[in-house]
């Protein structure tokens, strides 16, 4: 089995390789290829992953390109983790925003539409590379914005699984709480990438019994302080929502405190260059500790499961992935790319059935799928008012006079990627 990861000199790439080695049984890697276009990042990265194969006895080897062609030539699954533009970019997506009074993220908001105009075209470019070279070769992407990456890459005809660490997060948060193993914690997980709720907690599988009342009464102190939001409304909710529905949910006092420190882009800019030195070290045969700061918790344990699953008997037949809607939630297009459960094996993943939705959840998913419409369609024919239209039409912003200073500044930050503007 060969796996190309794209973006393989991002510092992430020794938590994935950490989880090959450590699952090499679930999924069993031949040749792992990092491609990247920083050879020096590369060479540092891949010198710690070869490391962490050799600790654990892992017969796997792992090979480093810059060129993508090259790169996925023959690859059974391609894995893409890319970030066009860099912290530099992230940064920008962060604090232009916050001039015009509106949350500064990477994937939702003015930030993240950015983000998807920067990246759906780059994206989709290397999807056709693979494509030439091995049609049958699974895309899983872990590229944010997740949902209009991978709507992008569905459309255009690619084998596509979108990938997020934050359904994994909560199974591991809930089975620790729970004193079980996290194969036993099965999420009722509706929604967006990056806006979904837990509406059950189920022990043992799908059909389980459901024991979120159960979690919230006994630990709802420290799952409300996790998620950065009153106890008092998870209660009222009585379901747990992903931490960035605080975006929406306190958006006023989120501007506030981002305008009072640092971005997380230049956090993480920090850790990267200290990260970048460690893995230089000849000695460093594991992942160092600060990469747990750096995000992406679980993320290897999640991607091995889903290429497990794609390619073979490996993986578990239920996993929350991003895909096509299907008529799963009624009141969305069946093109639209929801997170949900689902039922994933060689020929991809089939959402299960998800019960009528409260008004709360539907009415926010119908408006956000609504921008994220607009959105891959500024990414895919760019243009002035395509971009306005999409900001225009998100709930974080809403106003015209906001999206036209938004539009304005979008644009300017981002010229040197938008081959319309």
């Known amino acids: 089995m060969k796996l190309a990861v794209v973006g393989g000199g991002s510092t992430y790439t020794p938590e994935l390789i950490d989880g090959f080695a450590r699952l090499r049984d679930t999924l069993p890697i031949e040749e792992l290829v990092l491609v990247d276009p920083a050879a020096d990042r590369l060479e540092l990265v891949s010198g710690l992953a070869r490391r962490i194969f050799a600790r654990q006895d892992h017969a796997g080897r792992i090979t480093t390109t810059t060129d993508v062609d090259a790169g996925v030539a ?17 940064n ?16 939702t908001g003015a930030g993240g539409l950015a983000k998807a105009l920067r990246t759906v075209p780059v994206v989709l ?31 255009a005809g690619h084998k596509a699984v979108g990938l997020c660490n934050v359904a994994i997060g909560f199974q591991r948060k809930f089975a620790r709480l729970l004193e079980v193993e996290p194969g036993q914690v099965h999420l009722d997980h509706v929604g967006l990438n990056h806006l979904s709720w837990e509406l059950g907690v189920r022990l043992g599988g799908p059909d389980g019994e459901n024991v979120l009342p159960k979690l919230l009464a006994e630990h709802g102190d420290a799952i409300a302080d996790d998620l950065r939001m009153p106890r008092k409304l998870v209660d009222r909710l009585g379901v747990v929502p992903s931490y960035y529905l605080r975006y929406f949910y306190a958006h006023d006092e989120v501007v506030k405190e981002l305008g009072t420190k640092p971005s997380r882009a230049a956090e993480v800019a920090a850790m990267e260059k200290e990260l970048l030195e460690m893995y230089g070290d000849p000695a ?11 995000g992406g918790a679980f993320y290897s344990e999640a ?10 008997d490996g993986g578990s037949p239920v996993q929350v992935v991003n895909t096509y809607n299907n008529g799963t939630l009624p009141f969305l297009a069946d093109d639209a790319v929801i997170e949900v459960q689902a039922r994933v094996g060689r020929g991809g993943a089939t959402p299960l059935a998800v019960p009528a939705l409260d008004p709360l959840y539907a009415g926010l998913i119908a408006n ?6 607009l959105a891959l369609e500024a990414a895919l024919r760019g243009g002035r008012d395509r971009v306005f239209k999409a900001l225009l039409a998100h709930p974080l912003i809403g106003q015209y006079d906001y ?14 990627h938008l081959a319309w503007a």
């Open 403 to 416: 999206a036209e200073g938004l539009t304005d500044r979008l644009i300017a930050h981002n010229r040197e």
């Open 284 to 294: 460093l045969d594991e992942k160092p500790e600060l990469l747990a700061k750096r």
């Open 125 to 155: 470019d290397i999807a056709e590379r693979v494509r030439r070279t091995n049609p049958d070769a699974w895309i899983i992407d872990f590229t944010n914005p997740v949902g209009i990456v991978t709507r992008a890459l569905l459309q």
């Open 74 to 90: 023959d690859a059974d699954a391609v894995l893409l983790q890319l970030r066009v533009g860099g912290q530099a970019a992230r």
């Open 303 to 312: 991607a091995v499961d889903l290429a497990a699953s794609l390619l073979g």
């Open 368 to 373: 956000v799928t609504a921008y994220e419409d």
């Open 92 to 107: 920008q997506d962060e604090t232009w925003p916050l001039e015009c009074g509106c949350v500064g993220q990477e994937t």
